[in-house]
């Protein structure tokens, strides 16, 4: 009887325990918790998921689409497809868009510099159909563009419908996918200029003229130290959305806000997603691409030696204090045969924390070295015996 009792007594205080430690997480849960739809945070160098909800749900994006636009017309420039001062003739379909505009009229011509400022400043609409007309000669086939490349960039849960994320059936994407577009039109300095500017102004209209002050949407660029983008959005359907980045030292994040109740609960929650990272994080860079690791010795090239270089920069996200437990392994070839091409691999970079295997990146030929003549190598030797 009293064994009875006592296996009941612990099966009882184990599950008080249980109870307790589940109100604890939920509680601690809780603590972090973000007043939207969806969000999430992500280290902006290795792409490293830091904060998630909902991160996968397919919801309206509203303006936040406009990532896309601006990143493809960024890839057209860097193309040579388009330039700064091409002229675009606005067309009666681009200057009919409703919701936040330029107030372009039919006709006028305006650049694609001023353009893209009306975009990524003011979130114009009808800006965001003149480029996507210009480039790819229709809307339609800009929205094409921007799926493609949202295929490419692994974005599973987005449609476009649009260039400017106005209300339309079927136009989504989750705030992952968001993360994934905003990492990439990081990468494009040009914009990022244009993304950090507070106020400017474009003149508008054919008969008259107007000045368009333009006034950054996104507040966190004046209030939140760090902060360098990207976009905000707003409809009846989507609620408060923004897609928030910041830097400081080697650190990026990129914190993703679906769906918050009002603006400044977007921008309040995009702050505390990113304080997290900055607070708990460090980003450090392994290797740069282009950076030389070393030479190996090259066997039967017209070159001696090569450099050796990373794939793509490497940088791994640690959690504060646990730094030094980080290392480091370049590991090389000893020698190798010619032809040689750009790119070949050569060697491993291995990353251990405490002992432990976490990564391992490719170490790449720095250029290309041609195989050599009979007559080159006789050369070798002959030099290499008579020491000149």
Known sequence: MK????????????????????????????????DARAAILIDASTRTVLYEKNIHEALPPASITKIMTMLLAMEALEEEKISLDDQVVVSERASKMGGTQLYLEPGEIKTIEELMKGIAIRSSNDACVAIAEFISGSEELFV?????????????NTTFKNTNGLPEEGHVTSAYDIALMSKELLKHETVMVWLNTWMDEVVVGTKKQSTQQLVNTNKLIRSYKGANGLKTGYTSEAKHCLSASATRGNNSFIAVVLGAPTSPIRFSESAKLLDYGFANYNTIEIAKKGESLGNVTVDKGKNSSISSTVEDDIYMLVKKGEEQSMEKEIVLKDNIYAPIKKGDKIGEIIITMDGKEVKKANIVSNESVERSSIFTIMGRMFRGMTGH
Do not use: H, P, T, W
């Not at 064994?3 to 205080?13: D, Q, R, V």
């Not at 094409?144 to 599973?156: F, I, P, S, T, W």
């Open 3 to 34: 064994n009875k009792l006592k296996f009941k007594y612990i099966m009882s205080s184990l599950l008080i325990f249980s109870i307790m430690c589940i109100n604890i997480n939920i509680a601690e849960a809780q603590l972090f918790d973000v």
């Open 144 to 156: 094409q563009k921007m799926n493609d490349r949202a295929k490419e960039l692994g974005m599973e």
